[in-house]
């Protein structure tokens, strides 16, 4: 029998995981300019967290959660998104009777039961930063930046950022109110209304066509909003352009968590279809005060890597790899073979990255190899050069020789590769 991954996970292996790990690099380097710092969190919790946290009428919630029941009888479930962690950690370890706001990241994987198609999986990666205790729209804005400055640092172009401004709770009464009495006046099924009446919003996550069409002309939040609320978006959007920052306002943008208030954002790429949010986030008022800490609040971002990985492709770039190889050692006999390995520990050792042509290969066979490897340096060691101590370092490149004595080998590959 054959193995195969679970169904809509994704994978990288190389040569594709280097650019997996240097998007990650470029953002963690975005989110360490701006003093976030990293918090590592556990991949299962409380199913209670997310259900309190996400919201129980969200589609990741009541329908894409992977929940089990551990040996304990606890039920757990792997996280599907990250901010109802870190405010939990946040509340568990004090972190918010420190210095605020608390700005940190995060990277891992993610699960949604979710229909997997192209960008939409099972397991994601996610990057993400969390700024929790000071409501600041220049904040919010640095957090925006964080993103943007690391797509554009990878030579993504083709994107657009959507914002918008959930409002405050006076906001949203308002609308609600509205809103329940054009909902009333439409065509809906018993279950799309009793999801309605608990949370209006989430109507509009709705894909089906008839809803859809009924739900033109529904009130928008943004014309809703308090003068209060107003100010800060307009904070937010001056903030924006100080920061160079192009960006639409899109009235109609739905976030798929219930947490949000306030300023909430969406990064779309031009080119990835039906899945095209390579980031989403927003400011949450509530969340703290909901998972049972004080009433602070926050703002953060969730950055899709594989959609990243599918934009960048998309775009035609190739990101760096980071891995190279300064010098592989060919050895031939057994005494060779020793040699090479102490040898390659001390290149490795000296800050170069050695690899050696392991099993019988011959050397048309290693020579292949080292190409194949894109060795910057070879060093052929036969029975001559290990009675002399002595050898040739073979540049790659231009085929050069250099003839250096086995003892002196990376101090040597210093003076060659500077
Ligand atoms: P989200 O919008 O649910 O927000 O997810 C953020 C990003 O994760 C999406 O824009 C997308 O790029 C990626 N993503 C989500 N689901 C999948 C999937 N099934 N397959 C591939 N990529 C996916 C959150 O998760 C919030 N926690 C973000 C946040 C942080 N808001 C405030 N702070």
Redesign the pocket.
């Known amino acids: 029998m054959n193995f195969q991954a679970p169904k809509g996970v994704s994978e990288y292996f190389p040569p594709k995981s280097s650019w997996f790990e240097y998007a990650i690099w470029k953002l963690e380097e975005s989110a360490l300019a701006a003093n976030y710092r990293l918090i590592e969190l556990p991949i299962f919790e409380d199913t209670e967290l997310f259900a309190r946290g996400v919201g129980e009428t969200t589609d ?1 919630v009541s329908k894409e959660m992977y929940t089990f029941e551990d040996r304990g009888g606890r039920s757990i479930t792997l996280r ?4 109802a962690g870190v405010i939990r950690s946040i509340i568990e370890h004090g972190l918010d009777r420190g210095q605020l706001p608390v700005k940190v990241f995060y990277k891992g994987p ?1 699960f ?1 039961a ?1 229909r997997p198609q192209a ?4 397991q ?1 990666y ?1 990057f ?3 700024a929790v205790g000071i409501d600041d729209p220049l904040i919010d804005a640095e957090v925006i930046g964080v993103a943007h400055r690391a797509f554009a640092k990878m030579g993504l172009r083709n994107f657009t950022l959507k914002i918008s401004s959930l409002g405050d709770q006076e906001s949203r009464r308002n609308h609600r109110v509205e809103l329940l009495q054009y909902l009333a006046k439409l065509d809906l099924d018993e279950e799309t209304r009793a999801r309605a009446e608990k949370n209006p919003l989430r109507i509009f996550d709705d894909k089906r066509e008839a809803v859809r069409k009924q739900l033109q002309g529904a009130p928008v939040l943004l014309d809703y909003l308090s003068v209060e609320s107003l100010e800060k978006f307009d904070l937010v959007q001056e903030a924006l352009h100080k920061l160079g920052i192009g960006f639409e306002i899109d009235p109609m943008m739905v ?3 219930d947490y ?1 208030t306030g300023t909430a954002f ?1 990064f779309i790429h031009h080119q990835l279809g039906a ?1 095209s ?6 400011r ?1 008022d509530g969340l703290m005060e909901t998972l049972g800490g004080q009433s602070l609040s ?7 890597i ?3 990985l599918l934009a960048l492709e998309a775009e035609g770039i190739e990101l760096a790899d980071r891995q190279y190889l300064d010098l592989f050692i060919i050895p031939i006999g057994d005494a060779a073979r020793m040699r090479a390995v102490e040898l390659a520990n001390e290149a490795r050792i000296g800050g170069f990255v050695a690899d050696i042509s392991y099993g019988d290969r011959a050397l048309k066979g290693s020579m292949k190899a080292a190409d194949k490897l894109q060795a910057h340096f070879v060093l052929v060691l036969g029975e001559d050069e290990i009675s002399s101590n002595s050898g040739k370092l073979k540049r790659m490149s231009d085929g050069s020789e250099s003839s250096i004595t086995l003892a002196s080998l990376v101090s040597e590959l210093k003076k060659l590769s500077s």
């Open positions: 990741v599907p998104e990250g901010t993610f949604r979710e960008g939409r999986y099972r994601f996610q993400g930063i969390e976030r798929g968590l949000y969406e899945q949010t390579i980031c989403g986030g927003g949450y926050g703002i953060g971002f969730g950055l899709g594989d959609r990243t």
